[in-house]
């Protein structure tokens, strides 16, 4: 009977928790609803990528680069594809699906933290951690820099709940010692690359330090004989999320064999993380948030037991810390040098998750050891000691709750994601000729129809959307990798200088480049005799779109 009625207390407290959970993501998602209520359009160039990514599934193109013809997708395409399924599913247009399914999609991220971190250690915490997740003051950072929960789709807000389960299959793999584990793990290792390459890196050197340790740990066989048992599950890891990554890497790999000749993308700085801004980097951690994640770290660190979770934790700090060391380190020697394959903030991106699970072991050790002292001062009797200090830790760990959100959630409300945004996706979706230019590109032009961008961004915000071709990005950010941008540019470049110089030299060089239209701005340049064989097919406010008559080459 004594045990019956443990049992039923022990699913009493742990429903309070998950209640207590449910509750927070509900507020969490309802702010995110009413961010995204009545936008149309998305507001941030990565967003606009995905767009043009999932219009090429579409048009049964999957595989090709959006922006440049007979190019191969660059970019990990998973969330394309999702917003591709949506669009096809529902019929409705993929810049509303990635605007309107992101506060839903998103969700996944800290249903899969809660999990995780309740493996690792146990409910008391994950609440706590998932509160930060969810309400950390991060400031004016963009979701795509901080791990948190936002109504925005990015790949790397996607990728982060593969991720966290990813870490615990690992775990679960490492404990069982099965090989149908392994499975599973190398499935969920290939399905997050194919979301985001930053959190795969950062996973396998967690599973290789994990599997080498626990060999280390196994004393009832010899070290080299327990490594090669782990190297054998690391190869089947390796093998499986090899096999399902085949729809990114068949590009990167085989095709580009990951030769980058643009590496403007891979060293795009984060303005927080550029080297004259490190102090105040590095001062933002001397916090009571900060201090509270110390106290965690020491707590964690301190820790006898070995459990893979601690392993775990340590490993993935110290993988986000060297990489952002590597960053400033890049910046200091050699700023054109090659060193990081994703951009640094991407690291930074983890480390902020870690952060607050180590912030929730610092607040729940506060907790405990309150609770044991307030225990002992009462001088409980025996038979009901272990209920009273659940109790009254459970009481001090919602009160922590409670202090965290009234502290923080007045600038959680002003989060960049909720404010400015937001507004930037309304003021794009206001931009009618854009966005009329975007709809008469889907409906009279073949994806394979290269258009030469004039000026702004009409590239990236017009062309790439619809999945039409361009000679060159206006910014090698945005451009694939794999592809020589300078090249491209000055291609562009000539073709403009002819236009400019040499109208009927300009045609035939139009032509060689398979440019079949030309986006620009209203002018009269093109609307005289020495440019017939360039009529204007789309015409509003501050959008013109000029085909290109190669009929006319001799």
């Known amino acids: 009977m004594t045990g019956i009625l443990d049992k039923l207390r022990t699913n009493r407290e742990r429903a309070c928790y998950d209640v207590a959970f449910l509750v927070l993501i509900t507020i969490a998602l309802i ?36 922006l440049y013809l007979g190019e191969t997708i660059w970019y990990n395409p998973l969330v394309s594809v999702i917003i591709a399924a949506i669009s096809s599913a529902t019929r409705i247009a993929p810049p509303v699906v990635v605007t309107q399914a992101g506060a839903y999609l998103n969700l996944f991220a800290p249903f899969a933290f809660y999990i995780l971190v309740t493996y690792f250690f146990d409910r008391s915490i994950a609440l706590v951690a998932v509160t930060a997740f969810l309400f950390v003051p ?8 901080a791990a948190t929960y936002s109504p925005w789709i990015f790949s790397q807000n996607l990728a982060q709940g593969f991720f966290y389960l990813t870490l615990m299959a690992y775990s679960k793999a490492i404990d069982s010692n099965r090989w149908q584990c392994c499975f599973i793990v190398g499935v969920l290792l290939g399905v997050t690359f194919l979301t985001h390459t930053a959190p795969a890196v950062i996973l396998g050197i967690i599973i290789l330090v994990g599997l080498i340790m626990s060999s280390a740990r196994r004393s009832e066989r010899p070290f080299p004989v327990a490594l090669a048992t782990k190297m054998l599950f690391l190869l089947v890891i390796l093998a499986v999320s090899f096999a399902f990554s085949l729809p990114f890497t068949f590009s990167i790999l085989f095709h580009y064999h990951l030769r980058i000749v643009n590496p403007v993308p891979g060293n795009w700085i984060y303005g927080p993380l550029a080297i004259d801004k490190l102090p105040n980097f590095l001062r933002g951690y001397l916090s009571w948030f900060g201090a509270l994640a110390a106290l965690g770290l020491v707590v964690l660190i301190g820790t006898r037991s070995v459990r893979p979770g601690k392993i775990v934790l340590l490993t993935w700090l110290l993988i ?37 699970i180590l912030f929730a072991v610092g607040v729940v050790w506060v907790c405990r050891f309150l609770s044991r002292r307030l225990t002992s001062l009462f001088g409980t009797k025996s038979e009901t000691y272990g209920h009273f200090r659940w109790t009254t830790e459970a009481g001090f760990v919602a009160l922590a709750v409670i202090v965290f959100l009234a502290l923080v959630y007045p600038k959680y409300r002003t989060r960049f994601d909720f404010t400015n945004a937001r507004s930037q996706a309304v003021s794009f979706a206001e931009r009618k000729a854009y966005l009329d230019a975007y709809r008469w590109i889907l409906s009279n032009t073949k994806p394979i129809d290269v258009f030469l961008p004039l000026s ?23 451009s694939n990798p794999y592809v020589d941008w300078k090249s491209r540019f000055n291609t562009a470049s000539q073709i403009v200088d002819k236009l400019t110089s040499s109208p009927p030299d300009a045609l ?37 779109i000029y085909k290109v008559r190669t009929e006319s080459v001799r």
């Open 31 to 66: 702010n995110g609803i009413k961010t995204t209520a009545g936008v149309t359009w998305p507001y941030d160039l990565d967003q606009f990528r995905d767009i043009g990514m999932a219009q090429a599934i579409l048009d049964h193109r999957y595989g090709t680069d959006h």
């Open 138 to 145: 991060i400031g004016d950072a963009p979701s795509w820099a």
């Open 320 to 356: 986000c810390a060297a990489a952002l060391a590597v960053n400033e380190l890049q910046q200091i020697t050699s700023p054109q040098l090659h060193l990081m394959f994703v951009p640094a903030h991407h690291f930074l991106f983890y480390l902020r998750a870690i952060e607050n």
């Open 456 to 478: 702004r961004d009409f590239d990236l915000s017009i062309v790439g959307p619809a999945d039409r071709k361009v000679v060159a990005t206006s910014q090698p950010e945005f």
């Open 508 to 544: 035939s060089t139009l032509a060689a480049n398979g440019v079949s239209y030309i986006i620009t701005v209203p002018i009269d340049q093109f609307d005289h005799a020495p440019f017939a064989f360039l009529s204007n097919e789309f015409a509003e406010d501050d959008v013109v």
